[in-house]
């Protein structure tokens, strides 16, 4: 999720939104191909921020281009390899890649833009700049495929004297299971649950707060550890108007827990993302 900045975030964040239903676009498939490429836009609505009660929507391209070698596995760019990926284990039953993308970061100042996390409610935190991140995914490909990814951001999560911060230098666990139902010749759903753990420099990045931050913004100190982030459930929709030209619908539903959910940066644990979009395959 190419390090091509907000906008390469923007991707990202819609290609989160839809990738309970990943599975289900792959079902409406009539031949494969070494080369995959698609092109559609997508609108996103999305929180502000996590814990966020407010919302913000965009309108994002969505690019994606993959080739499947016969003896080096996988490469693709764009919005489902989350920026660049290779993925040199790719088998009918199981895959395993590494990915170059982005991690958006956080405005504290003013409201993010495009769909960058950020809210004049965060005036003082300081923001979270864009930063790099290397992540290990995999997939068991079965009739209800699971898949993980293991995503280390670039930074070390320190407050600078203007209050930035360069990169958590975190890492997540994202784990879900597709559940694919095939309606009809066009239609396809997916039923995804998910659940996220993150370390105790990503929560503490993004929702604890230092005491100079507390000074700065007026949020009680709060020193975050690292559990479980989130549970969740994502369900999408695909239809296919004909063999290159489908239309997708996504919600995804978080509930943020632990530490994460006791921040005083938290106004509403529940998180709802939503996705509309059209593609087209080449």
């Given at each position: 999720m190419a390090v091509f900045g907000r906008l390469q975030f923007c991707l990202v964040v819609g290609v989160t939104t839809l990738s309970g239903f990943a599975a289900a676009q792959n079902a409406g498939k009539t031949a494969l191909s070494p080369l995959d490429i698609s092109v559609g836009l997508v609108a996103v609505s999305a929180p502000e921020y996590e814990g966020s009660n407010k919302r913000k929507s965009a309108l994002t391209p969505d690019i994606f281009i993959s080739y499947r070698t016969s003896s080096y596995g996988t490469f693709a760019v764009g919005s489902k390899a989350k920026g660049?990926?290779?993925?040199?284990?790719?088998?009918?039953?199981?895959?395993?890649?590494?990915?170059?993308?982005?991690?958006?970061?956080?405005?504290?100042?003013?409201?993010?833009?495009?769909?960058?996390?950020?809210?004049?409610?965060?005036?003082?935190?300081?923001?979270?700049?864009?930063?790099?991140?290397?992540?290990?995914?995999?997939?068991?490909?079965?009739d209800f495929p699971v898949s993980f990814a293991v995503i280390k951001n670039v930074g070390n999560g320190k407050v600078n004297s203007d209050r930035s911060v360069d990169g958590s230098g975190g890492t997540r666990l994202e784990v879900s299971i597709d559940v694919p139902r095939q309606i009809s010749d066009k239609v396809a759903l997916s039923f995804s649950p998910n659940i996220v753990w993150a370390d105790r420099k990503y929560t503490q990045t993004y929702f604890g707060v230092t005491s100079r931050q507390a000074t700065d913004s007026g949020f009680k100190a709060y020193n975050a550890k690292g559990g479980i982030k989130s549970i969740g459930i994502a369900v999408g929709a695909n239809y296919r108007f004909t063999a290159n030209w489908s239309a997708n619908a996504g919600i995804l539903f978080d509930r943020l827990q632990g530490d994460a959910a006791k921040s005083p940066l938290v106004q509403t644990k529940n998180q709802i993302s939503a996705a509309a979009g059209i593609t087209h395959n080449f």
């Open positions: 660049v990926s290779w993925t040199p284990i790719d088998y009918d039953d199981y895959s395993l890649g590494l990915s170059l993308g982005i991690d958006g970061g956080r405005a504290d100042d003013k409201d993010g833009g495009g769909l960058r996390t950020g809210s004049t409610r965060l005036r003082g935190m300081g923001e979270i700049k864009s930063s790099a991140n290397i992540s290990v995914f995999g997939q068991v490909k079965t």
